[in-house]
């Protein structure tokens, strides 16, 4: 439907002066932040900058619609809309810009992120949660380019469970499932993949969203006709358009200049999403961007001069202030001295916070200047270090990388010295490092007492007559417990719910635990981490099952760029611990024995991965996670669920410790570390090796992320003196990475007489069959000979030549 604009007539003026009055000002000091900053990048005093200018009275109207509990998931743009709400004000925008490291200045990021992410504080010192629906509420922004779009659909879905599953407490994250999930984009970002699948989603979940599209017709430099098909995303989507015999979603249409529409415009949508629990899109049209992109460029560049004429005539703020006075609502006179007011408020509050940001830094510079000093009164290198002090006065307005390069050039001058003046410098240098790198290098993982290291490993129980069953039959009952024991936990992904999950661990689970908590899903790898992203981010214990590993590549930006990010994006404020659950490892083809996992290693830190070797492993590691709240992959081996594993009597209690390996198999000769499938193979190698008269130590890494915090393999190591890693990941992948934690990180160089090594695949993907597993991927015979080959090479006499 479209919001015509001659709505603007049935405005009250008695009902919305004061409103109005107060709506231009928040627009005004706005822009005012908007065209001020982009001056302090170009000054050299911030680094980079992006506003929100040209997009205030939309942000406005969005404001007035929404309400506590209600989530927003928006982009860098939407700084009027979290000024509207009181989340963000001037002084703030700036120390965002200066990137401050104090969150009670810079309270978005303590200067993690670029000025324009926004947030709000979902968490108290302690990691519990706050009552989130006491507050209007902001998921963190990342800069990705509509990556905020797959999180928002699970913000919303969050609201259909809280609403439709009544055995969960709400308290603290629903009122009865009334909630909206508000997101932003910018129109050409809806040209990516993230858009198009969260679109589709939430047609078929039909959830309460409410996605605005800010439309000024260009993408960067790139105009809309290279965007979008028609030049129109409402007018593509008009196929979502829900009708009387199909749900879908309500598409709405309105110009970005016209307040009174805007107002109609997202009321009208709140009521729709919040009422009825339909999507709803609003295409918000002849909008401007006043500044370009970014502080990167000007838009004069590539817009003509009939376009930038256009753009000043019907900029949202000039229309907003024409309206207003022809209204009668305030005069010329009356706004231009409001205006000037805002002015010089913001130019004060710039003031303000760039003092702020110095005075710290003013305050160190002028210690370490009297450190310095002291310390060249006592050195015979005194020229040298009276230099980098005088360097270090003459710089007005310095930042901590100033001091920190002055304090540890100036130790180089003063090798092999000893006086108390060095002792108070080296004192110095240490501590601000330490203090200072903590700012920057905080909360990668939880460091409250939930941390999920921290809970205590709990061994399976078994009594005399354990069954032996198939393993999938240990993680089906152990899921049918924690869902039992935790009415907020659920699971969804392809073939999850009826037919519970291709390899039958979920088996007859929907029936008990019906189809909102152990769901089904389209085929939409992104979605399905971006449902379990909001939904945790509002109090659920989601567990999203993606099929196979090879298809997580799919969800990949999802993943590392938004929730391995946010626990430290927000330095402690927010968390959604997700649990990814998925399966691979040693099967059949390219696509279906994934084990990339040097890759996942080193884009989801933040996460923890996990790779059990068997289900009872996993099933212990899902029991460890759900007392924690941080996110995991776990990793379960593809040909493990039809083995036979002995069914411990405590399931949904035994908890595999997380950073911590197993000992398999004692020996003398080398240490073998491997993990998953793998193991297995490695232990059946182990056994052919005894034959030869080698004793290998065997050592399951369970954990990738973190690996062995306890430092076992080294204690290893250090009794066999040789080391070799094997997995399936290919060359210089994650046994490179297990390599480089023991051999550097714990040190087990001291103890080696033989070369460190791994054994991985091959380096392309596995062939299929049977045949393209053996010579795709270490077998136990390629085991045999490397360790053969490590122990002939120390011993020849004892171990000749093999082939």
Known sequence: MDVSSKTSN??????????????YKIAFLSRSCSLLGRKEVLTGKAKFGIFGDGKELPQLAMAKSFRNGDFRSGYYRDQTFMMALGHLKAKDFFHGLYATTD?????????RQMGGHFLTYSLNDDGSWKDLTKQKNSSSDISCTAGQMPRLLGLAQASKVYRNVPSID????????????????????????????TINAAGVLQVPMVVSVWDDEYGISVPAKHHTTKEDISKILSGFQRDETHKGFEILKVKGWDYTALMHAYENASDIARQEHVPVLIHVTELTQPQGHSTSGSHERYKDDERLAWERDNDCNKRFKEWIIESGIASTEELDKLEKQIKREVREAKKEAWSEFLQENQTDKKRLVQLLDKVASKSPNKNFIVRLKNDLIAIEEPIKKDMAKAARKSLRYLIGETSTEKQALLKWTSDFLEEEQTKFSSHLYSENENNATKIAGVAPRYGANNENVDGRVILRDNFDKLFEKYPNALVFGEDTGAIGDVNQGLEGLQEKYGALRIADTGIRETTII??????????????AEIQYLDYIFY???TLTDDLATLLYRTKGKQKAP???????????GIWHSGSEMGGLIHLLRGMYILAPRNMTQAAGFYNTLMK???????????NGYRLKEPKPDNLGEFCTPIGVVETMKLGTDITLVSYGSTLRIVEQAALELQEVGIEAEVIDAQTLLPFDINMDVVKSVAKTNRLLVIDEDVPGGCSAYILNEIVEKQGAYRFLDSAPQTLSAKAHRPAYGTDGDYF???????IFEKVYAIMHEASPNDYPTLR
């Open 578 to 588: 997700l649990i990814v659950r998925t399966r691979g490892h040693r099967l059949e």
């Open 103 to 111: 969150m009670a200045k810079e309270p978005m990021s303590a200067g």
């Open 628 to 638: 924690s709240d941080e996110p995991a992959l776990v990793i379960e081996s593809l």
């Open 555 to 557: 969800a990949l930006a």
């Open 170 to 197: 709400t308290s603290k994250f629903s009122v009865e499932g009334n909630e909206v999930a508000w997101g932003t984009i910018g129109n050409a970002s809806t040209s990516e993949g993230m858009f198009w699948e």
């Open 776 to 782: 795709s991927k270490p077998n136990s015979e390629d």
């Open 10 to 23: 049935d405005i009250s003026f008695e009902d919305f002066k004061e409103q109005i009055i107060s709506d």
């Open 530 to 543: 971006g449902q379990g992203i909001g939904m945790a981010l509002r109090g659920l214990r989601p567990i």
